[in-house]
């Protein structure tokens, strides 16, 4: 799942274009992967660029969006991925608090180079 905020400044449409062609080509061999978005709602026009491109590949059960009400859940949603997806532009200087969450959780975390942890030893992760 991708975790965090909706917002573009997160590569999340890009991710999800990656996702749902991976979606439809495994979809094709009886193999179902099911998307998580999960994270406050900040950009509805790129959500809503998400949910249709899904619909219209006719892939809406496999498209999930969760914006959990407390920490406790969100930390449940995380665990209860396969992997975790956070990537960011780096423009403001902040972290985010996905990547050490799911390091701490134990999850398999995708990130980018420029998601200001390009700091963290690639065999640690």
Do not use: W
Request: one cysteine or more.
């Amino acid at each position: 799942g991708v975790f965090g905020s909706i917002a573009n400044n997160k590569y999340i449409s890009e991710i999800s274009a990656a996702v749902s062609n991976a979606v439809t080509q495994v979809h094709l061999k009886g193999i179902k992967i099911h998307y998580l978005i999960c994270g406050k709602m900040h950009d509805h026009a790129l959500f809503n660029e998400i949910k249709s491109r899904f619909e219209n590949l006719g892939l809406n059960e496999y498209f999930y969006y969760e914006s959990p009400a407390d920490e406790l859940e969100f930390d449940g949603l995380m665990t209860a991925s396969d992997i975790v997806i956070s990537c960011r532009k780096q423009d403001r200087g902040q972290l985010s608090h996905i990547i050490p969450r799911a390091l701490s959780l134990g999850r398999p975390l995708l990130t980018n180079l420029k998601s200001g942890y390009s700091m963290i030893d690639p065999d640690f992760i």
